[in-house]
């Protein structure tokens, strides 16, 4: 049958209270008559004593309007004193009536129907020393008193059902430890059972238990609340609690009683089992069970709440509720696992850390738990397992929570067997978090999950927890995450907050998590930002596609994923869609799915796919890598607060430095990278080359795709450089290594790939991305080569003079850019402008280039290479004749190797210094000791020369007298060493073979017109043997030798030069043949010795005695 619809019954009660501050009426409702099946209801007011019987709800309702009569049976308590107040009132179903309980500490039997079953309201008090025998004001006052003093207030009253029909036994428990019992017959006939003050064994069997309530005083001990052990399962459920297993019986009371101790800073709470037997006397010692410190919760009970503390024990007793005004405690009373450690634990009086939650409301005024109960399954009451209830309503213990401003609430512990098993659930920070996260999350929730009570854990397990859970929550595993989604966008939605709200918890109870901890958290949240983003995208392309071709680049790429990287569906289960199944399980594995996109393409592209779908998959290929990675560094960007990461310094999205310590961020993955380049490679040759047979929607992707490729070159660097900081931070020799590699790339492709973006017309994207990643190389190209675009184009004859105007707008524009660059980048960007311009365009452009004149002086000027072109510019730029003697000074003596370019930059630089000398203004501001210091150095300066250009002018004349006389017959250049060796070879033994080397290096040298340094022309000229015909027209050789000995060699080394020189003559000469003068005479012994080379260079020396100043004649 369907279920009825709940009906709501308004109505006034027939006595309402004269002051706000009353307490509100008691209310229970009253078991069906015989004649209905409709629950009636009673009511008290408790200051008046009030009674108010309804035989059904809505009788309660009717009243006659025309006599304004009661429908309800009427009554009030006599003997009330005065002062006193009904405090409880609690249904003894099975004695036919209720309990009444007062704040005197009396205790009252009442009834609403006789022994006919007809309504009446009657009530009796029982016989009991918790309160006065007598009322009257006096009486009253004074035994309210001494009751408060003696006995303290009752902390609760509890029926529980008898074996026998018509009966049921009562518990009053006062705050002090005073416990009554009674078996209630119908009409309210009574025995009282025991009487026991219970205060002493209770405190002992605690201080025993918990060390921590040892230093409290037994003063501060109070019952809070008891409730009845629940009895009657079977033998299978009563082993799994800690409780006694006892048979039911009526001759005892089985209680688990709620206790606390308190000083000024601590509120120890207790759970106590208790065992009472009907009529033991007071001395015997109390029957005290299990006793179990609850350490979570420590907030005394307010004494303002307008529902006193409760504690529910539903079956089958492993589970206890402690209901507070503004929270619940759950703690396990399950019987442990038999380890070796809880054996050792309970030897030492060492409480086991059973499970112990605690869940709390918000601190709003508003907030109250008003009132309680408890709900139990019926399933541990019978032996059998098959014979169950025909329909089973509760299936888990449950406490239910009357919240005022919100409604009911109920907290339920599923599968509570396994708190018994041998791996019992233990509260972890996991939990703690899954309920913050799961739980908290509701709008308008009234539960708050940040109060930390006792219940502490470390910074690393809420680490591991917090990763722990978001892994869960990308895979969509637990019981908390749906495995399937009707709609997914709301689904990822779900998550993203699941995720925020882990980090939002984390930071509000203060845990400080380590820094590889927050960025993990922080990149799993950026893959579930991303997985909407990718939905998302997926839809847009369902709804650009036509209807023969729904399967996005999305889709295909779920497909093409292997299966041992992705989870498999359940089709048992409902999970038929794949697509959807990988963004509810496998987000986690994002990278493996942007690092497929390119690999789909170039399948397709290698199976031949149509040029259109070929197209549309390239372009949403595109779409995937810039949106979801650029949507994962702003998401970063954004949220770096709020993971504890506000000090870290992003650049772009990725860190600039410090990666030591942190596992690869998943942007960073090397397929990922490699594959981003692919596409970006894929497209640039794309859109370079349109065809016209594409159709429209062709040319419009590939239109976007030209948009989307500066933003996919800066996603590609910034995946790159962040690949590349991550390696070399590594401390792994393996990844430094590839670290190293993937630099070079990067510097590489910073430049490559940003050129590339210019031709395809993105010229001012890849000025942006080339600044962006201190591409200067690049930045200075693109500028350079847009300009020189804008000239072709300007000069073409076919452009309109508003087109003139627009294209002259654009070069002023980049030309102005380009002396910003100079401005803002100096150097940096100034050198490798004039390297492209240089290496392009050649001297004239770089020379005649206005733009800029520092930083063109600098350049040429640190580029020794360029000396040729640096002093053409300090004339011709600077005018700093002095600078530009200096350079051809400098280039012609230490670096030119060409004799005759040596000849004339010296030639020229000495020009040029005598030119600048010779200007007055040049020292007319120099005091005379500076201009004499500058003056020597000027003239060693120009001695230094006119000696260099001495050795150049020994060489030219060596060459032009003797060695182009012999190599003018040669048809090429590849003729001339083999006349020269056939005229000058040098005939010496092989012992000497290393002087033959020299000196055909040197000839070699020679012809190609080296500037021979002064060793090398030295052995040249005294090892060369001239020809008759052609000796004449140089001077003595030995003597030119000795000139190059005099002119470039100074100390030791011209010394031992000259030495060589000498010894070489003599050594021309066979001395033997000279020195034999037999049968010669004088004139004919002078011819001889006159015709000697060592004769000639005296001669020759003894001309030019003028012009050598010291010559070393000695010879060894």
């Not at 930390?452 to 908390?480: C, M, V």
């Amino acid at each position: 049958m369907p279920a009825l619809s709940p009906e709501s019954f308004t109505f006034t009660l027939p006595y309402p209270s004269k002051h706000a501050t009353d307490p509100l009426p008691l209310g229970l409702l009253v078991s069906p008559s015989a004649s209905s099946s409709e629950p009636g209801l009673v009511v008290v007011m408790p200051t008046s004593g009030k009674i108010t019987f309804w035989e059904s709800i809505s009788s309660a309702t009717t009243l006659d309007f025309m006599r304004q009569q009661r429908t309800g049976i009427e009554d009030s308590i006599s003997g009330m004193c005065s002062g006193e107040r009904v405090i409880q009132l609690i249904n003894v179903e099975a004695a036919a009536g209720f309990i009444l309980a007062f704040s005197t500490g009396r205790i009252a039997y009442l009834s609403v129907r006789d022994t006919q079953g007809r309504p009446k309201v009657s009530v009796q008090f029982l016989r009991t020393s918790l309160g006065p025998s007598s009322g009257g004001f006096l009486g009253s006052i004074r035994n309210v008193l001494s009751h408060s003093a003696l006995q303290g207030d009752i902390a609760a009253v509890r029926a529980d059902r008898s074996s026998k029909q018509g009966e049921c036994t009562v518990v009053a428990a006062t705050s002090r430890g005073r416990i009554n019992s009674w078996r209630i017959h119908r009409g309210g006939h009574h025995d009282l059972l025991a009487e026991l003050d219970v205060r002493s064994a209770i405190f002992e069997a605690i201080r025993h238990t918990d060390e921590k309530c040892s230093a409290l005083a037994s003063d501060s001990f109070k019952i809070i609340d008891f409730c009845f052990v629940p009895k009657g399962m079977s033998s299978k459920y009563t082993e799994m609690s800690k409780l006694r297993q006892l048979p039911p019986a009526d001759d005892r009371q089985h209680l688990l009683l709620l206790t606390s101790l308190d000083d000024k800073h601590l509120c120890r709470y207790s759970l106590v089992e208790m065992l009472i037997q009907n009529g033991r006397p007071q001395e015997y010692p109390i029957d005290i069970g299990m006793v179990r410190s609850i350490s979570s919760f420590t907030t005394p009970p307010d004494p303002h709440a307008l529902a006193r503390p409760r504690l529910y024990l539903p079956k089958p007793n492993v589970i206890a509720f402690l209901v507070f005004d503004h929270a619940t405690v759950v703690a396990s009373v399950a019987q442990p696992p038999e380890t070796p450690d809880s054996q050792i634990m309970e030897d030492n009086h060492v409480l086991p850390a059973d499970f112990e939650d605690v869940i709390d409301l918000r601190r709003d005024p508003t907030l109250e738990i008003i009132g309680s109960g408890s709900e139990e399954p019926q399933i541990y009451d019978n032996e059998d397992n098959e014979i169950r209830p025909a329909r089973i309503k509760t299936k888990n213990p449950t406490a239910v929570l009357l919240v005022r401003g919100v409604g009911v609430m109920r907290v339920a512990i599923t599968d509570c067997q396994r708190f018994a098993s041998m791996a019992p659930p233990k509260l972890t920070a996991k939990i703690k978090l899954e309920q913050a996260v799961f739980f908290g999350i509701k709008e308008d929730n009234p539960l708050v999950f940040d109060v930390q009570h006792n219940i502490r854990f470390s910074d690393k397990e809420y680490g591991e927890a917090a990763l722990a859970l978001s892994q869960d929550i990308l895979a969509s595993t637990g019981p908390h995450l749906a495995p399937l989604a009707a709609r997914l966008d709301d689904n990822i939605k779900d998550r993203v907050r699941f995720l925020h709200t882990i980090m939002a918890h984390i930071n509000r109870i203060g845990v400080n998590l380590d820094r590889s901890t927050k960025w993990q958290l922080i990149w799993n949240a950026e893959k579930m930002h991303v997985a909407g983003t990718l939905w998302r995208k997926h839809e847009e392309f369902l709804h650009m596609r036509p209807a023969t071709s729904k399967k996005t680049i999305v889709a295909e790429i779920v497909e093409y994923i292997r299966s041992e990287e992705k989870s498999k569906p359940d089709r048992a289960k409902g999970e038929t869609d794949e697509l959807r199944h990988w963004f509810i399980h496998d987000i986690h594995r994002m990278e493996l799915f942007i690092a497929w996109a390119y690999q789909v393409i170039k399948h397709n592209s290698k199976v031949k796919l149509d040029t259109v779908s070929l197209t549309r998959l390239t372009y949403e290929a595109s779409d995937i890598y810039n949106s979801t990675i650029r949507d994962a560094y702003a998401f970063r960007q954004a949220h770096l607060e709020l993971y504890g990461l506000k000090g870290e310094k992003l650049n772009h999205g990725i860190l600039e430095s410090d990666y030591s310590g942190l596992p690869t961020p998943w942007t960073a993955n090397k397929f990922v990278a490699n594959n981003v380049k692919r596409q970006v490679e894929l497209v640039t040759e794309w859109v370079k080359h349109p065809d016209e047979s594409h159709t429209e929607e062709q040319k419009d992707q590939i239109t976007r795709m030209r948009q989307l490729l500066p933003d996919m070159t800066e996603i590609y660097l910034s995946v790159l450089q962040e690949l590349t900081r991550w390696n070399l931070a590594s401390g792994d020799s393996k990844l430094i290594s590839e670290g190293q590699k993937y630099e070079e790339v990067y510097n590489e492709d910073r430049h490559n790939k940003v050129v590339s973006l210019s031709q395809s017309n993105n010229w001012e994207a890849a000025i942006k991305i080339a600044e962006t990643h201190r591409s200067l190389h690049a930045l200075a190209e693109v500028l350079t080569r847009e300009i020189d675009l804008l000239r072709d184009e300007l000069s073409s004859s076919n452009i309109t003079p508003s087109q003139t105007e627009k294209i002259e707008s654009r070069m002023a524009e980049k030309e102005k850019r380009v002396r910003e660059c100079f401005d803002t980048y100096g150097e940096d960007f100034a050198f490798p402008f004039y390297d492209y311009l240089f290496a392009t365009y050649g001297v004239d452009a770089l020379l005649e280039y206005e733009g800029d004149k520092r930083y063109k002086t600098i350049y040429l000027r640190t580029r020794p290479e360029l000396a040729k072109i640096s002093w053409i510019n300090d004339i011709v730029g600077e005018e700093d004749i002095d600078h530009a003697a200096n350079t051809l000074l400098d280039l012609g003596l230490a670096k030119e190797q060409q004799v005759w370019n040596k000849k004339i930059e010296l030639s020229l630089g000495k020009l040029a210094r005598m030119a600048e000398s010779s200007r007055p203004t040049s020292k007319a501001s120099m005091a005379i000791q500076e201009v004499s210091i500058n003056g020597t150095t000027e003239d060693a300066r120009v001695d230094a020369i006119d000696k260099e250009l001495a050795i150049i002018g020994i060489q030219d004349e060596f060459y032009e007298t003797q060695i182009r006389p012999v190599i003018k017959v040669a048809l090429d250049e590849t003729e001339e060493p083999g006349l020269v060796q056939e005229a000058f070879g040098l005939q010496c033994p092989k012992k000497y073979k290393i002087l033959a080397q020299l000196f055909d290096d040197a000839m070699k040298r020679l012809l190609k017109h080296e500037a021979l340094d002064p060793l090398t022309l030295i052995d040249l000229l005294t090892m060369v043997t001239l020809p008759p015909e052609t000796k004449e027209n140089i001077a003595d050789q030995f003597f030119l030798a000795i000139q190059v000995a005099s002119n470039g060699l100074h100390g030791d080394e011209r010394y031992q030069a000259e030495r060589l020189i000498w010894r070489r003559c003599f050594l021309r000469e066979d001395w033997t043949s000279i020195n034999n003068t037999s049968m010669k005479d004088d004139e004919e012994t002078m011819d001889v010795l006159g015709q000697t080379d060592l004769f000639q260079l005296y001669c020759t020396l003894y001309a030019n005695r003028k012009s050598i100043c010291h010559i070393s004649v000695a010879c060894s």
